[in-house]
Protein backbone atom coordinates (compact mmCIF):
# COMPACT_ATOMS: atom_id res chain seq x y z
CA UNK A 1 0.00 0.00 0.00
CA UNK A 2 1.62 3.61 -1.17
CA UNK A 3 -0.26 5.69 0.71
CA UNK A 4 0.88 8.76 2.18
CA UNK A 5 0.24 8.86 5.58
CA UNK A 6 3.34 10.96 7.69
CA UNK A 7 0.71 12.86 9.29
CA UNK A 8 -2.63 11.36 9.86
CA UNK A 9 -4.62 12.56 13.21
CA UNK A 10 -2.94 10.87 16.01
CA UNK A 11 -3.03 12.17 19.93
CA UNK A 12 0.55 10.96 20.90
CA UNK A 13 2.20 11.93 17.66
CA UNK A 14 5.02 10.26 16.24
CA UNK A 15 8.14 12.24 17.90
CA UNK A 16 11.17 10.24 19.68
CA UNK A 17 10.59 10.76 22.52
CA UNK A 18 7.03 9.35 21.82
CA UNK A 19 8.35 6.09 20.22
CA UNK A 20 10.51 5.13 23.24
CA UNK A 21 7.51 5.53 25.35
CA UNK A 22 5.43 2.74 23.26
CA UNK A 23 9.42 0.45 23.94
CA UNK A 24 8.63 1.62 27.87
CA UNK A 25 5.30 0.77 27.74
CA UNK A 26 5.70 -2.44 26.43
CA UNK A 27 8.00 -3.52 29.05
CA UNK A 28 6.58 -1.84 32.13
CA UNK A 29 2.70 -3.53 31.10
CA UNK A 30 4.24 -6.91 29.47
CA UNK A 31 3.67 -9.02 32.77
CA UNK A 32 -0.06 -8.10 33.12
CA UNK A 33 -0.50 -7.43 29.17
CA UNK A 34 1.11 -11.15 28.05
CA UNK A 35 -0.29 -12.98 30.90
CA UNK A 36 -3.24 -15.00 29.05
CA UNK A 37 -1.69 -14.50 25.45
CA UNK A 38 -0.99 -17.75 23.96
CA UNK A 39 0.29 -17.99 20.59
CA UNK A 40 2.08 -21.19 21.13
CA UNK A 41 -0.16 -23.01 18.54
CA UNK A 42 0.51 -19.95 15.90
CA UNK A 43 3.40 -20.31 13.72
CA UNK A 44 2.79 -17.26 11.36
CA UNK A 45 0.45 -14.19 12.95
CA UNK A 46 -0.55 -10.49 12.12
CA UNK A 47 0.28 -7.65 14.22
CA UNK A 48 -2.02 -4.70 13.53
CA UNK A 49 -0.83 -1.47 14.73
CA UNK A 50 2.45 -2.56 15.17
CA UNK A 51 4.11 0.76 16.17
CA UNK A 52 7.57 0.78 16.46
CA UNK A 53 7.77 -2.88 17.29
CA UNK A 54 8.00 -2.76 20.87
CA UNK A 55 5.27 -5.53 21.36
CA UNK A 56 6.84 -7.15 18.36
CA UNK A 57 9.86 -7.46 20.51
CA UNK A 58 8.07 -8.64 23.44
CA UNK A 59 6.15 -11.78 20.72
CA UNK A 60 9.09 -12.86 19.32
CA UNK A 61 10.79 -13.16 22.53
CA UNK A 62 7.84 -15.27 24.57
CA UNK A 63 7.08 -17.37 21.42
CA UNK A 64 10.31 -18.46 19.72
CA UNK A 65 8.25 -20.16 16.87
CA UNK A 66 6.51 -17.32 15.66
CA UNK A 67 6.65 -15.32 12.21
CA UNK A 68 5.08 -11.38 12.53
CA UNK A 69 3.84 -9.81 9.83
CA UNK A 70 3.24 -6.28 11.55
CA UNK A 71 1.13 -3.48 9.76
CA UNK A 72 0.97 0.36 10.89
CA UNK A 73 -0.06 3.05 8.82
CA UNK A 74 3.05 5.27 9.89
CA UNK A 75 6.19 5.19 7.89
CA UNK A 76 7.62 6.94 10.96
CA UNK A 77 6.68 4.18 13.56
CA UNK A 78 7.68 1.27 10.99
CA UNK A 79 11.04 3.08 10.13
CA UNK A 80 12.27 2.84 14.26
CA UNK A 81 10.36 -0.52 14.05
CA UNK A 82 12.96 -1.99 11.20
CA UNK A 83 15.97 -0.27 12.99
CA UNK A 84 14.70 -1.69 17.22
CA UNK A 85 13.98 -5.31 15.71
CA UNK A 86 17.13 -5.33 13.68
CA UNK A 87 19.33 -4.68 16.32
CA UNK A 88 17.69 -7.72 18.58
CA UNK A 89 19.50 -11.16 18.29
CA UNK A 90 16.58 -13.72 18.12
CA UNK A 91 14.57 -11.72 15.62
CA UNK A 92 16.43 -12.61 12.60
CA UNK A 93 13.95 -13.59 9.16
CA UNK A 94 11.30 -14.18 11.81
CA UNK A 95 9.35 -10.71 11.10
CA UNK A 96 8.04 -8.73 7.87
CA UNK A 97 7.21 -5.00 8.19
CA UNK A 98 4.55 -3.35 5.85
CA UNK A 99 2.92 -0.01 5.07
CA UNK A 100 -0.82 -0.86 5.41
CA UNK A 101 -4.06 0.81 6.26
CA UNK A 102 -5.35 -1.69 8.80
CA UNK A 103 -9.50 -0.84 7.23
CA UNK A 104 -8.25 -1.69 4.29
CA UNK A 105 -5.96 -4.87 4.29
CA UNK A 106 -3.78 -6.19 1.35
CA UNK A 107 -3.88 -9.37 2.52
CA UNK A 108 -5.56 -12.76 0.52
CA UNK A 109 -8.06 -13.98 2.77
CA UNK A 110 -6.99 -16.66 5.63
CA UNK A 111 -3.19 -15.41 5.57
CA UNK A 112 -2.45 -15.74 9.10
CA UNK A 113 -2.97 -18.27 11.88
CA UNK A 114 -3.61 -15.61 15.05
CA UNK A 115 -3.50 -11.91 15.29
CA UNK A 116 -2.63 -9.26 18.07
CA UNK A 117 -3.67 -5.71 18.01
CA UNK A 118 -2.41 -3.24 21.13
CA UNK A 119 -3.67 -0.02 21.76
CA UNK A 120 -4.65 0.37 18.32
CA UNK A 121 -8.44 0.40 17.59
CA UNK A 122 -8.45 3.41 20.53
CA UNK A 123 -7.26 5.39 17.19
CA UNK A 124 -8.92 4.08 14.36
CA UNK A 125 -12.36 6.14 13.15
CA UNK A 126 -14.16 2.72 12.34
CA UNK A 127 -12.39 -0.10 14.61
CA UNK A 128 -15.47 -2.34 13.16
CA UNK A 129 -14.05 -1.88 9.76
CA UNK A 130 -10.88 -3.28 11.68
CA UNK A 131 -11.97 -6.08 12.92
CA UNK A 132 -14.13 -7.50 9.93
CA UNK A 133 -10.63 -6.98 8.28
CA UNK A 134 -9.08 -9.10 10.35
CA UNK A 135 -11.93 -11.69 10.33
CA UNK A 136 -10.98 -12.12 6.66
CA UNK A 137 -7.31 -12.42 6.97
CA UNK A 138 -7.41 -15.34 9.66
CA UNK A 139 -7.91 -19.03 8.88
CA UNK A 140 -10.11 -21.02 10.62
CA UNK A 141 -9.66 -22.14 14.30
CA UNK A 142 -7.24 -18.80 14.05
CA UNK A 143 -7.21 -16.96 17.28
CA UNK A 144 -7.21 -12.76 17.97
CA UNK A 145 -5.86 -11.37 20.84
CA UNK A 146 -6.87 -7.63 21.52
CA UNK A 147 -5.57 -4.95 23.94
CA UNK A 148 -7.81 -1.96 24.70
CA UNK A 149 -7.94 1.03 26.61
CA UNK A 150 -10.88 2.18 28.81
CA UNK A 151 -10.12 5.92 30.07
CA UNK A 152 -13.42 6.10 31.98
CA UNK A 153 -11.35 3.83 34.61
CA UNK A 154 -8.71 6.19 35.49
CA UNK A 155 -8.39 7.10 39.15
CA UNK A 156 -5.41 9.09 41.24
CA UNK A 157 -5.58 9.75 44.83
CA UNK A 158 -4.35 12.74 46.27
CA UNK A 159 -7.12 14.12 43.97
CA UNK A 160 -5.86 16.24 40.93
CA UNK A 161 -8.45 18.48 40.02
CA UNK A 162 -5.61 20.18 37.06
CA UNK A 163 -5.33 16.62 36.13
CA UNK A 164 -8.58 15.95 35.60
CA UNK A 165 -9.42 19.01 33.28
CA UNK A 166 -6.34 17.73 31.11
CA UNK A 167 -7.92 14.35 31.07
CA UNK A 168 -11.28 15.40 30.11
CA UNK A 169 -9.85 17.56 27.04
CA UNK A 170 -7.09 14.89 26.06
CA UNK A 171 -10.25 12.39 25.93
CA UNK A 172 -12.10 14.73 23.80
CA UNK A 173 -9.52 15.64 21.61
CA UNK A 174 -9.11 11.36 21.17
CA UNK A 175 -12.40 11.17 20.22
CA UNK A 176 -12.55 14.15 18.21
CA UNK A 177 -9.15 13.01 15.64
CA UNK A 178 -11.50 10.02 15.25
CA UNK A 179 -10.62 7.27 17.76
CA UNK A 180 -12.36 5.79 21.00
CA UNK A 181 -10.73 6.04 25.12
CA UNK A 182 -13.69 3.71 25.82
CA UNK A 183 -12.99 1.30 23.32
CA UNK A 184 -12.13 -1.32 25.65
CA UNK A 185 -15.93 -1.61 27.25
CA UNK A 186 -17.34 -2.08 23.77
CA UNK A 187 -14.82 -5.20 22.53
CA UNK A 188 -16.57 -8.00 23.12
CA UNK A 189 -20.08 -6.51 20.79
CA UNK A 190 -17.83 -5.63 17.99
CA UNK A 191 -16.53 -9.47 18.23
CA UNK A 192 -19.86 -10.74 18.58
CA UNK A 193 -21.44 -8.81 15.57
CA UNK A 194 -18.87 -10.05 13.20
CA UNK A 195 -19.08 -13.36 13.65
CA UNK A 196 -16.53 -14.27 15.90
CA UNK A 197 -17.19 -17.16 18.15
CA UNK A 198 -15.65 -18.00 22.02
CA UNK A 199 -15.48 -14.23 22.64
CA UNK A 200 -14.01 -13.69 26.04
CA UNK A 201 -12.95 -10.29 27.78
CA UNK A 202 -11.24 -9.35 30.70
CA UNK A 203 -10.93 -6.43 32.78
CA UNK A 204 -7.05 -6.53 33.70
CA UNK A 205 -6.45 -3.24 36.27
CA UNK A 206 -3.10 -1.63 37.78
CA UNK A 207 -4.71 -0.80 41.35
CA UNK A 208 -1.24 0.47 42.93
CA UNK A 209 -0.93 1.57 46.08
CA UNK A 210 1.27 1.29 49.38
CA UNK A 211 1.44 -2.65 49.27
CA UNK A 212 3.89 -2.04 45.85
CA UNK A 213 5.45 1.48 46.09
CA UNK A 214 8.45 1.00 43.80
CA UNK A 215 5.43 0.00 40.73
CA UNK A 216 3.03 2.81 42.05
CA UNK A 217 6.16 5.29 41.42
CA UNK A 218 6.99 3.94 38.01
CA UNK A 219 3.64 3.77 36.89
CA UNK A 220 2.94 7.56 37.86
CA UNK A 221 6.18 8.43 35.63
CA UNK A 222 4.93 6.47 32.75
CA UNK A 223 1.43 8.14 32.81
CA UNK A 224 3.12 11.47 32.74
CA UNK A 225 4.72 10.86 29.99
CA UNK A 226 1.62 9.28 28.47
CA UNK A 227 -0.45 12.40 29.52
CA UNK A 228 2.45 14.86 27.88
CA UNK A 229 2.50 12.98 24.82
CA UNK A 230 -0.82 15.45 23.82
CA UNK A 231 -0.05 18.35 25.35
CA UNK A 232 1.32 20.03 22.40
CA UNK A 233 -1.53 19.01 20.27
CA UNK A 234 -4.09 20.21 23.08
CA UNK A 235 -2.12 23.07 23.66
CA UNK A 236 -2.26 24.06 19.69
CA UNK A 237 -5.96 22.99 19.42
CA UNK A 238 -6.73 25.98 22.37
CA UNK A 239 -7.91 22.63 24.47
CA UNK A 240 -6.07 23.41 27.69
CA UNK A 241 -3.39 25.84 28.27
CA UNK A 242 0.31 25.57 29.08
CA UNK A 243 -0.38 26.96 32.60
CA UNK A 244 -3.20 23.70 32.76
CA UNK A 245 -0.46 21.44 31.73
CA UNK A 246 2.44 23.21 34.42
CA UNK A 247 -0.44 22.42 36.73
CA UNK A 248 -0.99 19.17 36.17
CA UNK A 249 2.56 18.21 35.86
CA UNK A 250 2.88 19.68 39.37
CA UNK A 251 -0.17 18.05 40.58
CA UNK A 252 1.21 14.53 39.39
CA UNK A 253 4.82 15.07 41.20
CA UNK A 254 3.18 15.50 44.34
CA UNK A 255 0.86 12.32 43.80
CA UNK A 256 4.06 10.54 42.50
CA UNK A 257 6.07 11.76 46.67
CA UNK A 258 2.74 11.09 48.72
CA UNK A 259 3.36 8.11 50.34
CA UNK A 260 -0.68 7.54 50.58
CA UNK A 261 -1.04 7.83 46.82
CA UNK A 262 -3.42 5.37 44.90
CA UNK A 263 -3.22 4.82 41.27
CA UNK A 264 -5.94 2.74 39.44
CA UNK A 265 -6.32 2.03 35.76
CA UNK A 266 -8.16 -0.75 34.25
CA UNK A 267 -7.99 -1.61 30.52
CA UNK A 268 -9.70 -4.82 28.82
CA UNK A 269 -7.94 -7.87 27.03
CA UNK A 270 -10.25 -9.49 24.32
CA UNK A 271 -10.18 -13.02 22.57
CA UNK A 272 -12.13 -14.75 20.25
CA UNK A 273 -11.95 -17.45 17.18
CA UNK A 274 -12.51 -17.51 14.01
CA UNK A 275 -14.25 -20.64 12.61
C1 LIG B 1 -0.34 3.53 20.58
S1 LIG B 1 0.46 2.91 19.17
C2 LIG B 1 0.63 1.21 19.64
C3 LIG B 1 1.71 0.51 18.93
C4 LIG B 1 1.94 -0.95 19.37
N1 LIG B 1 0.79 -1.76 19.18
C5 LIG B 1 2.38 -0.98 20.81
O1 LIG B 1 1.61 -1.42 21.67
O2 LIG B 1 3.51 -0.54 21.07
C6 LIG B 1 -0.79 2.83 17.91
C7 LIG B 1 -0.25 2.56 16.51
O3 LIG B 1 -1.37 2.37 15.62
C8 LIG B 1 -1.01 2.93 14.37
N2 LIG B 1 -2.23 3.16 13.59
C9 LIG B 1 -3.17 4.10 13.79
N3 LIG B 1 -4.14 4.01 12.86
C10 LIG B 1 -3.79 2.97 12.04
C11 LIG B 1 -4.39 2.38 10.90
N4 LIG B 1 -5.53 2.82 10.37
N5 LIG B 1 -3.77 1.32 10.32
C12 LIG B 1 -2.60 0.83 10.83
N6 LIG B 1 -1.99 1.37 11.92
C13 LIG B 1 -2.58 2.42 12.52
C14 LIG B 1 -0.24 4.18 14.72
O4 LIG B 1 0.55 4.63 13.66
C15 LIG B 1 0.56 3.71 15.92
O5 LIG B 1 1.83 3.22 15.53
Same mark, same amino acid.
Request: charged share 20%; glycine share 6%; net charge negative.
Given at each position: ????????????????????????????????????????????????????????? @?????????????????????????????????????????????????????????????????? @????????????????????????????????????????????????????????????????????????????????????????????????????????????????????????????????????????????????????????
Amino acid at each position: MTTKTSDFPYIHGFSSTEQERLRKQARFSEQIVYRDIDFSHAGNILEVGCGVGAQTE @VLLRRFPDLHITGIDFSEKQLAAASANLASLPYTDGRYQLQHMDATNMGFKPRSFDGAFLCWVLEH @VPNPLRVLSEVRRVLQPGARVFITEVLNSSFFLDPYSPNLNKYWVAFNDHQLEVGGDPFVGAKLGNMLLALGYRDVRTEVKTWHLDNRNPDKRQEIIAYWTELLLSAADQLIQKQAVTAELVEKMTDELKRVQSDPNAVFFYSFVQATATVY
